[in-house]
């Protein structure tokens, strides 16, 4: 008898934290890689969110809090839904968790019994279907075009319902395409939903600010206020504010929900860090200006690579390097070959498998523009030497 846990098989490692460790690996052993897996900003937090933790630590704030997160917080995630999405939550609608993921984990946790399914558009960020295997639940991946940007169609979305669905992911702007959903198109999907009355939607917003060519960002409670009654809008600071390390999240949901989701916290975590919850306060009320500078320096770097739509992720299709040969001689089967390869040349990413499309490779673009242009050069030459 194994002394692991039979779980263990099902906590599965992505893709991008398989190529970053790959990455450590490669450097230890003096390898010149240039970095291109990691999805978070390589902005600092901003000062004033700095400060607001030191005093909150000086003020005693150190002790637990209520497990969801504290009045101060949820009425400054109450303040950023209205003033930003126009809608009107209540307390008793808002969670706050150490990060988007484990309100995520939560949700899942919380709704999912042995076989429920969980509709994923693929390309999709791998922990969805990660944590709903580990939940217990099944992900049924649908698949997108890239002619269609890579989104959703509300002739796919009606094609992969099934009755045991009990949530859609919908992921705007997306990780890892980019793609943004316009407000006309979230309609459209609405459509569909409204039609489904047992699926739930996960709307992940993580990525709202980081929108380009000045598209607005759009929800989907906004567009259809019907489905507030069974959507949950995950978000949190670790992108907009550059706070990943603080883990940070919240969601705004059902109030059913949210309680029971405040009960699979409760046999975890508990609350967030007291220290990282009054940081986000200082972050939600805080100035807002810093946030569209440093959109404005993503996109920069977006324009300096390539057209995509939003977040700082770019999906890059490698069919034309199928079936090529490296020179060392490898012929390249699949995208796990053409991203060996690359790291080989001194790239790292991940590839397209661990998201739910193939022959893709992922390309962030949260890194200095000088280490980019640097990387589409190796990326460049490594497509000119293949036989
Ligand atoms: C699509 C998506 N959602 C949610 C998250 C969770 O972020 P965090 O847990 O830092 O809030 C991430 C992080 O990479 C992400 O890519």
């Given at each position: 008898m194994s002394f692991l846990a039979a779980r263990l098989a099902r906590a599965r490692i992505s893709a991008s934290a398989a190529a970053a460790q790959r990455t450590r690996e490669l450097r230890a052993a003096g390898h010149d890689i240039i970095g291109l897996s990691q999805g978070e900003p390589d902005f600092d937090t901003p000062e004033h969110v700095i400060e607001a933790a030191y005093?909150?630590?000086?003020?005693?704030?150190?002790?637990?809090?209520?497990?969801?997160?504290?009045?101060?917080l949820k009425?400054?995630?109450?303040?950023?839904?209205?003033?930003?999405?126009?809608?009107d939550f209540k307390a008793e609608n808002i969670t706050a968790g150490a990060g988007g993921k484990q309100v995520l984990y939560n949700a899942l946790m919380a709704s999912l019994d042995p076989g429920d399914e969980v509709l994923i558009p693929a390309p999709s960020w791998v922990a969805y279907a990660y944590m709903t295997e580990f939940a217990d639940g099944v992900p049924v991946w649908v698949a997108t075009r890239a002619e269609n940007g890579f989104k959703l169609s509300p002739e796919e979305l009606e094609a992969a319902v099934t009755p045991r669905a009990k949530w859609l992911m919908l992921n705007s702007p997306s990780n890892p395409t980019g793609a943004v959903y316009s407000a006309d198109e979230l309609r459209a999907l609405a459509v569909v939903l409204k039609r489904h009355p047992q699926i739930w939607i996960i709307a992940d917003d993580i990525y709202e600010h980081i929108v380009f060519d000045g598209r607005p960002f759009a929800t989907l409670v906004q567009v259809a206020p019907q489905l507030a009654e069974r959507t949950l809008i995950v978000n949190g600071v670790s992108k907009t504010y550059a706070m990943t390390g603080w883990r940070l999240g919240f969601g705004a949901g059902p109030a059913?929900?949210?309680?029971?989701?405040?009960?699979?916290?409760?046999q975890s975590s508990l609350n967030p860090s007291s220290i990282s919850q009054a940081a986000a306060v200082a972050a939600l009320n805080g100035p807002q200006d810093f946030v569209s500078v440093r959109r404005a320096e993503f996109e920069a770097r977006r324009n300096a690579i390539l057209p995509s739509l939003g977040a700082f992720y770019i999906y890059v299709g490698c069919e034309g390097w199928l079936g090529r040969r490296t020179p060392q001689g490898q012929r390249l089967a699949n995208d796990e070959d053409v991203t060996a390869y690359l790291l080989e040349s001194g790239v790292a990413v991940p590839n397209g498998a661990g998201y739910g499309l193939s022959p893709y490779f992922r390309l962030s673009f949260a890194t200095s523009m000088a280490a980019l242009t640097e990387a589409c050069k190796r990326i460049d030459a490594a497509g000119r030497a293949l036989d």
């Open positions: 005093k909150a630590m000086r003020a005693g704030q150190t002790r637990y809090t209520p497990v969801d997160g504290t009045p101060e009425q400054a995630i109450l303040a950023k839904f209205r003033s930003e999405n126009g809608l059913t929900l949210i309680r029971a989701m405040a009960r699979i916290q409760a």
